[in-house]
């Protein structure tokens, strides 16, 4: 495959043109063209304001909301995917900021205090969910103000963005692989769809065979090529992805665990307990309860004066 046509593949978001700019500043709502599973060679820096919804990265299935932060490195796929009702729009759903390798590299050989910075992005080529809600609301006026601003303040802005989020030690790395093994453009257009197929229907029963059907593809084939762009089998990947659902549903807390089983797309008790154990190393309702313990810990930290910015 050429370089062109590598570049303007559907799924490939090509940003090469900065308007002689170091970083790019974006907010899109939801519905988008940019929603989408994709990669490109920029690091993304992505704030939700708002919604709620699954966030794919390289492998990794979680949920987001409103005040989520997220950092992926290059050529690492991934996709958010509000749920909203089907006439539902958002205005602006994403803050985002995009940045390249070429230019912390070359800045770091003149200005050697931006060191400091790459074990951060080196954890961003797995993809990093930051978890600390102080950092997070720095991290969002930080990004208003670089929304605001142009030229050598808006870089100045852009660094102290990073230095914060470099001293953040709250956080979750979140793909088991990297981009390398993932980004094959080639099949990633196609799993982008899939995806979206999936995501539309998993709270039911739902087959390879369906989804293949739907593709257009034989079962055998589209198993192999939905594992190569996702790091998953597709039994794998639904199961996580009905585990996420069920996760959001635990935190809230209004549902019984019998009916999180099955509104998560589970169609038996058994099976669902099982899976929760495997994937998160305890059981639904001792989720919940580290789940409820967490949330009133953070809300304590943030209300505790001197309270350091990271946990």
């Known amino acids: 495959m050429t370089r062109l046509a590598?570049?303007?593949?559907?799924?490939?978001?090509?940003?090469?043109?900065?308007?002689?700019?170091s970083i790019i500043y974006r907010e899109h709502g939801f519905p988008c063209p940019l929603v989408r599973w994709h990669f490109h060679k920029e690091y993304e820096l992505h704030l939700i304001v708002a919604s709620s919804g699954k966030v794919f990265v390289g492998d990794y299935i979680g949920n987001f909301h409103p005040e989520t932060l997220f950092l992926t490195g290059p050529n690492l796929p991934h996709n958010w995917i509000s749920q909203v009702a089907d006439d539902e729009v958002v205005p602006t759903r994403d803050m985002l900021v995009n940045f390249t390798d070429e230019l912390l590299g070359s800045a770091s050989s003149v200005f050697t205090e931006l060191k400091s910075l790459a074990p951060m992005l080196e954890r961003a080529h797995y993809g990093i969910e930051f978890r600390c809600k102080r950092t997070i609301r720095q991290a969002t006026d930080l990004m208003q103000a670089i929304a605001g601003s142009t030229g050598v303040?808006?870089?100045?802005?852009?660094?102290?963005?990073?230095?914060?989020?470099?001293?953040?030690?709250?956080?979750?790395?979140?793909?088991?692989?990297?981009?390398?093994?993932?980004?094959?453009?080639?099949?990633?257009?196609?799993?982008n769809r899939a995806v979206?197929?999936?995501?539309?229907?998993?709270?039911?029963?739902?087959?390879?065979e369906e989804v293949a059907e739907h593709m257009g593809?034989?079962?055998?084939?589209?198993?192999r090529v939905f594992?190569?762009?996702?790091?998953?089998?597709?039994?794998?990947?639904v199961n996580r992805l009905r585990i996420s659902k069920s996760c959001e549903l635990l935190v809230d807390g209004r549902k019984h665990v019998t009916d999180v089983c099955f509104e998560s797309g589970f169609n038996n008790i058994s099976n669902f307990n099982r899976r929760f154990?495997?994937?998160?190393?305890?059981?639904?309702?001792?989720?919940?309860?580290?789940?409820v313990q967490r949330l009133t810990e953070q809300n304590i930290a943030l209300k505790s004066p001197g309270t350091s910015s990271a946990k």
């Open 6 to 21: 590598r570049a303007t593949d559907p799924s490939y978001e090509l940003m090469d043109d900065h308007n002689g700019l």
């Open 153 to 191: 303040t808006r870089l100045g802005h852009f660094l102290i963005l990073l230095q914060l989020l470099a001293d953040c030690d709250d956080y979750q790395l979140l793909s088991g692989v990297t981009a390398v093994q993932l980004a094959d453009e080639q099949t990633i257009d196609r799993t």
């Open 196 to 208: 979206d197929y999936i995501f539309s229907h998993y709270a039911r029963e739902l087959s390879l």
């Open 217 to 223: 593809m034989k079962p055998t084939y589209f198993s």
């Open 227 to 237: 594992k190569q762009a996702t790091g998953r089998s597709f039994v794998e990947f």
């Open 277 to 291: 154990q495997q994937l998160k190393g305890m059981t639904p309702s001792h989720y919940r309860r580290l789940a």
